[in-house]
Structures are given as structure tokens and as C-alpha cells.
């Protein structure tokens, strides 16, 4: 059966004003977790029964979020404000006096006070509300009794109106209620226990698969926070300092080594010269013709470019522009080969247009920190080799494999078709695309190719993955079709954690982000997305959700993981959803500020709309009452993707 949808009600007066008081709701929702189900609302209201049975009746005859099974906590005993029972007791339909004996024969086995306890248990349409004393340790006692043997699993199956044969078929293996998996590949790796499996069996038949998600949709704020918390920056490395180092974060803070100039340069083109020579006419000595380590002779400027050094015995400089040419040297051939002499119409003070060792750097001078990001501008890059630093230490730059699932799909460059019922097939667009932009901003991509819809299929490329990359990065299979195998493959196969499943977004709901155990990574794991097969999904969710991985990854500091996000006003009015939206855009800068464009049809599938959008708007969630779309005109927050444009003033 799919997994179970919990709503947990703590009662409180205490909690309802202190949520850190509430310590039973909590553990409910961590044990349900735990046995692989998921707990999609949960409130703390006071001991008062208006409240909690308008709660209860308006959870459990809610058609758009539907729950399976109510929990309640506190409230139970004989407490003066103890009211929960009175509260739930008159919208029960079918009482559970089984499930009732069950909890207090549970509790009295610890303590003959749990004879104070009153609770409630039935159905209230198609949900089954149970009460549970307020005490951490009593939850823990009864749940454990109602997860028993597989017993809550059956009582669930027979309210949804099935028939209980799978939860018997369990039973009857020996497996009780806690979520079993098979091995269906060869492989030698062992595969760890996962801390909760919501998957579907992809070994039962195909009209046992889920009907509704199990998986909490959750916030677009709370999936970016788990991102960012869950994985921890790659080691430090020392690599010599060239061009490719743009894109890395640097491990250290740098010190110049020595001064910069160190000794005594010039700052323009000129003659170096005495500051007590007056003007007049001087033979012209080069470094062709002259050691810097002698003192020109008396009637000698020596010339010199910017940057150069300063010959012994001079002390300032004179520009080419206050010279005159006097006289050249001939070649062989007769013809004019060099300056011979110059003559100088102004005497130069000391020190003019000269650098002293140490005015641009002192030697053991902060020049860039721990934790800067080294930029392809070529400032930082440039900054390293301007103190002369061969190596440094930075972050290691993450290493992405990519890969796409589906027997539908056809490799643009080797089209050879994967089994399937015979139609043509579509072009894979999202490796393409997803590798151009990684490669773009200087990520290495490992390319799995296509992956078929089969498990020995998915486990052998996720595994090549695993072995080769930091971070993998697969597009489909992770909606609620028969064959989108890599929720199971991950929790099944790999025993990895799905920490979300889908989130309130919109492109990009089925968008996953998992870890696997794995003895290769750094942190003893690796991480996974699996995101949405349709193309502009694709694109939408690896700029919202990868790259900030990716950065995190890669070390760059937290305010700077995700892109950055400007104020820009519509050029086009833009419908609202009940869901965040990321509206592709063209984000253009003139007179009066940004402008953002629609780049017309945004469905899903239209990758099109991505085709030179520089920025994805987000817009608000539609709500009750309030207007259906953002008219042209209004303001909005945009996510920049790309360099933005320039308006055209001719428009």
C-alpha cells in the first residue's frame, strides 16, 4: 500500500503558546517518518474543544489535502482542561473500541495510572482519528503498539477500501509493517538500510504503484534550506595558478611573498636619469648597451619602459613627452636603427614617475581572503600572479555526472533506440542542455548517456555516477509513472535518503534531491538530483536548486550559493498559480531600470522559453480573494541566469 498521510494535532495550553514546549508532536511525526510513511499537516491548539473539533472535521473533509490518519496528542486524562475526547468523541461515525482497549492494555503494562486515561478512537469520513496521552514516553508505547504486526497499515488499507492482501501477504512473510525491499540486480555492493523507504515497489505489478505521492510537497523556502544544510563543502587542494582556476573558492588566505615592484620601477615610458641633471643634450644608453647594476656616465639618460627598473645611480624618471630626438645610430645598411641622443627640455624632481619597492604590495600584506571567489573576470587570477604565487589552495571544484531515463529517448548525435512499443521516440534535449550550461561555468561533466527504464539499468549508471562524480545529476523517471524508477532505485537499491520529493514550485514539483552512503565521497556520502523530464523543468530546477548545491560543493560562501535576485518591472501582465512560479524572461537594463519580457508559452515541456532568457521571475502564490495575475507595470523579484541586455533605445 502507498505510504500513509499523518496529520498531527498537539493540545496544549502550554504549547499553543510556546511551540518549544511541545516535545509529543515531534516524536510523532520523527516515529512516523521512521516507519516510512508521511506526516503532511500538523498544528498545536490550547485545551479548547471549539477548536480542536473544527480542526479535526476540517482535516479530515478536506478533498485537496486529504489525510489519512489523525493523531492527537494531550488532552486525554482528567485534568480540568483535559477536553480532548469531548472534542473528537460526537464526530465519530465508526468507533474503534479495539484500537482504544489496545492503547490502554499497552499502557497499563507500565503503570496502572494509564487507568486515567480517556481515549478516543473511529473514523470520521475516510480518517482515522486516534488520541494519545500528552507524555513522550506514552506516544512512543502506543505507537508501538498501532505499528505492531503491520496492524495500523491494515486498518488504513481496509478505510481507503482495499482489501488488506498486501499488508497480509507482509504479515505473513514475517516482515510485520515496516517496508521491505528486494535486490533485483547482481551487483556486489552492499546496500545500507535507508531511514524510511516512501517508494513504490517497482517489483510489485503496475496497479500497486502509488496513486498519490507519498512524499510531502514541501515549500520552495524549506527545499533550498535543506539543500544548503545537508551537504558540507569538498577538501582543499593545491593547484598551480592559471586560467583554470576561475570558478574555484579559495582554501587560504594569501600574503604577498615579497614586495611588488620589488626594487625601484618606472611608471611611464621615459629616460631614467640624476634629478640633479639640468636639461640639455644626453647620449642614450639601453639595457642592450648598459648593466642596470652601473651608474650611468656623466651626459647619459638611460631609456626605459613602463615597469622597468631603474638603473644604479638614478633616482627619478623623465617622460618621452618632455624629449626631443637629437640624433639615431645607423645600421649597416645606412639607416636610421637607434636613438643616439636626446636632448630634455625640463630637470625632473626625485622620485617623479617613480615606484618604490613595496608601493603596490608590502611584503606579508592581506591580498585576497579565505573564501573568495576566483572569478573568470581575471581580477583575482591576475591579483595571484601579480604577487607571484605559483600555487594555491582552493575548494575543489565539484565533478558532475549527468545522465537522462527514459526508452523514449533518442541521442541527437547516435540515434540508436532503446526498446519500446515502437514509436519514434524524442530527442533528449536536457543532457545537451544541462551539460552546456555546467561546462559554461567551468564544472567537469561525466555524460552517463540514456539510461532504460529498467533497474539494473538505473542501478549500473547511478553507481558509474557515483564512482566518477561528486554530484549526480539525472533528468525523469521521478514522477508517478510505472516506470519513473529512481525514487526506489535510490531508497531500494542504494539505501539512500529521498530528504525531498517534490516541492511547491512550479515548473518542477517532482524535483528530487537524495543522498547515497558511499565510500568514496569525502563526507562518507553523495548527493543526487532527479529532476523533472520535461525540458524547461529541467533548465528551471538546475538553476533554483543546483546550482546553489553546487556552490555549497564547491565552497563558495553562504550569501553567495544562490543567483542573484533583482527588482525588475513586467513588460507583460503574468497569470498566477497556486503554486511559486518561475516565469522565463528576458531581463533588459535601461533609462528607467530592469525590464523583464516573457519569452512567451511557459509550459513545461517548451524549453523554447528558455531560449535566451536571462532571468526567471517569481512570482507570488495566487491567493483567496486576491487577483489572478500580475498586471505590466508591476514589480517583481527576478532571478538572474545570464549577462543582461541593454534596452534598445530605437523600441
Known amino acids: 500500500m502507498s505510504a500513509i498521510k499523518v496529520g498531527v494535532i498537539t493540545v496544549s495550553d502550554t504549547a499553543s503558546v510556546d511551540a ?35 480542526t479535526v472535521k476540517n482535516w479530515c473533509y478536506d478533498v485537496e489535502n486529504t489525510v489519512d490518519w489523525i493523531i492527537s496528542t494531550g488532552g486525554t486524562g482528567f485534568g480540568v482542561r483535559d477536553r480532548t475526547p469531548e472534542a473528537i468523541a460526537p464526530l465519530l461515525e465508526r468507533e474503534a473500541a479495539g484500537i482504544v482497549h489496545l492503547l490502554l492494555a499497552e499502557s497499563l503494562k507500565r503503570t496502572p495510572l494509564a487507568a486515567l486515561s480517556r481515549p478516543v478512537a473511529g473514523t470520521v469520513g475516510n480518517t482515522l482519528v486516534v488520541t494519545l496521552p500528552g507524555s513522550v514516553k506514552a506516544v512512543k508505547e502506543n505507537l508501538e503498539a498501532l505499528f505492531a504486526n503491520g496492524f495500523i497499515e491494515h486498518a488504513i488499507d481496509l478505510i481507503r477500501g482495499g482489501t488488506g492482501k498486501q499488508v497480509h501477504a507482509a504479515m505473513g512473510s514475517g516482515h510485520g509493517g515496516v517496508p521491505h525491499h528486494h535486490h533485483h540486480h547482481h551487483h556486489d555492493h552492499h546496500v545500507p538500510q535507508p531511514r524510511a523507504i516512501l517508494s513504490h515497489d517497482p517489483s510489485l505489478p503496475v496497479y500497486a504503484r502509488h496513486r498519490v505521492s507519498p512524499y510531502p510537497q514541501i515549500s520552495l523556502e524549506d527545499a533550498l534550506n535543506i539543500i544548503v544544510n545537508e551537504i558540507q563543502p569538498l577538501g582543499v587542494v593545491s593547484l598551480p595558478v592559471t586560467p583554470a582556476l576561475a570558478g574555484n573558492i579559495l582554501g587560504e588566505d594569501v600574503h604577498a611573498p615579497q614586495n611588488v615592484p620589488s626594487s625601484k620601477t618606472t611608471s611611464v615610458d621615459g629616460y631614467a636619469l640624476r634629478s640633479s641633471d639640468p636639461p640639455g643634450t644626453y647620449k642614450v644608453l639601453t639595457s642592450r648597451t648598459h648593466a642596470l647594476a652601473d651608474a650611468p656616465p656623466e651626459g647619459s639618460i638611460f631609456r626605459i619602459n613602463t615597469g ?68 573568470s573576470l581575471g581580477g583575482e587570477v591576475g591579483t595571484l600572479t601579480f604577487v607571484g604565487r605559483k600555487e594555491v589552495k582552493v575548494h575543489r571544484k565539484p565533478v558532475v555526472a549527468i545522465l537522462s531515463t527514459g526508452n523514449e529517448l533518442l541521442d541527437l548525435q547516435s540515434p540508436n533506440p532503446l526498446p519500446s512499443d515502437g514509436w519514434g521516440g524524442i530527442w533528449d534535449t536536457n543532457r545537451p542542455s544541462l551539460q552546456a550550461a555546467l561546462e559554461g561555468m567551468g564544472y567537469n561533466v561525466v555524460d552517463l548517456g540514456i539510461v532504460a527504464d529498467d533497474i539494473d539499468a538505473h542501478v549500473k ?68 538530483f532527479a529532476l523533472p523530464g520535461n525540458p524547461a523543468s529541467a533548465l528551471v530546477t538546475f538553476y533554483v536548486f543546483v546550482i546553489p548545491a553546487l556552490r555549497k560543493l564547491g565552497g563558495w560562501p553562504g550569501a553567495r550559493c544562490h543567483l542573484p535576485r533583482v527588482r525588475v518591472k513586467l513588460s507583460d501582465a503574468m497569470r498566477l498559480d497556486s503554486r511559486v512560479e518561475f516565469h522565463r524572461v528576458i531581463v533588459r537594463a535601461g533609462e528607467e531600470g530592469l525590464r523583464a519580457t516573457s519569452t512567451g508559452g511557459q509550459r513545461s515541456s517548451r524549453v523554447a522559453s528558455l531560449s535566451g532568457a536571462n532571468g526567471l521571475v517569481q512570482l507570488p502564490t495566487k491567493r483567496d480573494g486576491g487577483p489572478d495575475r500580475l498586471e505590466a507595470g508591476s514589480y517583481a523579484d527576478a532571478v538572474i541566469i545570464g549577462e543582461l541586455y541593454m534596452s534598445d533605445p530605437t523600441s
Open 461 to 528: 549508471a547511478i553507481k558509474q555516477g557515483l564512482e566518477s562524480a561528486d554530484l549526480l545529476l539525472t533528468t525523469g523517471g521521478t514522477s508517478m509513472g510505472a516506470s519513473d524508477l529512481l525514487k526506489p532505485v535510490i531508497e531500494r537499491q542504494f539505501g539512500g535518503t529521498v530528504h525531498f520529493g517534490r516541492v511547491s514550485m512550479k515548473p518542477g514539483k517532482p524535483t528530487t534531491f537524495a543522498s547515497i552512503p558511499t565510500a568514496q565521497g569525502e563526507h562518507e556520502r553523495k548527493f543526487m
Open 20 to 54: 518549544a514546549a511541545d516535545k509529543s508532536g515531534p516524536t510523532i511525526q520523527e516515529i512516523v517518518r521512521q516507519r516510512g510513511h508521511g506526516c503532511v499537516r500538523s498544528t498545536i491548539l490550547p485545551d479548547d474543544e471549539q477548536q480542536i473539533r473544527e
Open 308 to 375: 622597468g627598473p631603474l638603473p644604479a645611480g638614478t633616482d627619478t624618471v623623465i617622460m618621452v613627452e618632455d624629449t626631443e630626438l637629437l640624433s639615431t645610430a645607423k645600421d649597416a645598411d645606412g639607416q636610421d636603427a637607434e636613438e643616439k641622443e636626446v636632448k630634455t627640455l625640463v630637470q625632473v624632481p626625485p622620485g617623479d614617475n617613480i615606484r618604490e619597492p613595496g608601493s603596490d604590495v608590502h611584503k606579508g600584506d592581506l591580498v585576497l581572503q579565505r573564501g573568495e571567489v576566483l572569478t
